[in-house]
């Protein structure tokens, strides 16, 4: 047996079966390697365990009953991988089979112990995940196209209710392919999309990636972002920073008063774009540009009378219009 595979086994062993909790001993990484027909006696463990700290292993000791050792979550943390499974949990457009199988993946790069840990608290809410199962190939091939230069065409898809009541796909427009000069890939409310230039609207459009099918990587380069959004300034992290639910509407700065009481969720959806400013103890001024769309308005119908829209006097009119369709579903005559 080669030093060099002995000390891989170790390495595997301290991997998969420590962490700061559960250090091993020498004896009980003896024992794991005896289950492999391998041995070692103290003066070749040492040996091993320098020359894997030599490589850049950051192998722990811990010195309480028993001398032991641990590899401390390589790669994640505990909390990271927590981080990391809550994510895909809460994920809609990665589908339940997929978000376990990632879950899993996730998983083995923690330590036996804390792979526990993270599965024992496992949920996945299938009601809201995708009914699409290739979304891993559709970010792919977006993701080259973006790289090649490349046009894409794949088909979109509505979900329907079949004639059991069960939820099923639908394609649009009769299953007729789309023709898009993607751009980017942009995680926006709980979803995934691909930002970019609609062949057949001449428009920049947004696509949901779990609404998209049979994605093929086309032979012509891509329209450039300045022809596609028809503006040479065009910044397109501004641009995904700005809109709502990714829904394509006119972009105008918009002026807002509101209680103090709703200033997180204004500081939490808009950060360090907004301007604020405090008007009193009680009412804040917010001056933020927005992509104007039934997406915003719902955002601040939310906030009932909390907030007032100030200006321009078109995106006060339109809210009017819309709070005024609204109330119509209510009244009875």
Same mark, same amino acid.
């Given at each position: ?7 891989? $086994? ?16 020498? $004896? ?29 292993? #950051? ?110 796909? +639908? ?29 057949? +609207? ?8 779990? +609404? ?38 006119? #972009?105008?700065?918009? #002026? ?78």
């Amino acid at each position: 047996m080669s030093n060099t595979h002995r000390a891989f $086994e170790i390495l595997k062993i301290l991997r998969i079966h420590s962490d700061e909790e559960h250090p091993l001993t020498f $004896e009980d990484i003896r024992q794991f390697l005896l289950e492999k027909d391998l041995d070692m006696n103290r003066k070749t463990f040492y040996a091993d365990i320098a020359r894997l700290r030599e490589v850049g292993h #950051t192998i722990n000791t811990a010195r309480s009953n028993n001398f032991g050792y641990y590899i401390q979550s390589e790669p994640f943390t505990f909390a990271q991988a927590k981080l990391l499974v809550d994510a895909v949990q809460s994920s809609r457009f990665i589908s339940k089979d997929m978000s376990n199988e990632l879950i899993d993946h996730i998983a083995s790069l923690t330590s036996t112990y804390q792979a526990g840990q993270l599965k024992s608290r496992l949920y996945v809410d299938e009601r809201s995940k995708t009914l699409n199962k290739s979304v891993y190939t559709t970010v792919d091939r977006i993701q080259n196209a973006i790289t090649k230069n490349k046009k894409i065409r794949f088909r979109y898809s509505d979900t329907v209710l079949n004639i059991k009541n069960e939820r099923d796909r +639908r394609y649009r427009h009769d299953g007729a392919f789309y023709l898009v000069s993607p751009y980017m890939l942009v995680w926006g409310e709980d979803n995934y999309y691909c930002v970019g230039h609609h062949e057949q +609207r001449d428009t920049l459009s947004n696509f949901r990636i779990d +609404r998209m099918d049979n994605v093929v990587i086309m032979p012509e380069p891509r329209i450039s972002m300045s022809v596609a959004s028809k503006d040479p300034q065009f910044n397109i992290s501004k641009y995904a920073q700005n809109i709502f639910a990714m829904y394509r509407g006119y #972009t105008a700065n918009v #002026t807002l008063h509101a209680d103090m009481d709703v200033l997180s969720a204004f500081s939490d959806r808009f950060g360090s774009s907004a301007k604020y400013k405090r008007l009193s103890d009680t009412r804040f001024e917010i001056i933020v540009s927005v992509e104007v769309s039934p997406p915003f308005y719902a955002f601040i119908f939310q906030f009932a009378d909390k907030i007032k829209v100030i200006a321009p006097l078109k995106v006060v009119d339109e809210f009017k219009e819309h709070v005024q369709s609204t109330l119509k579903q209510y009244i009875t005559l």
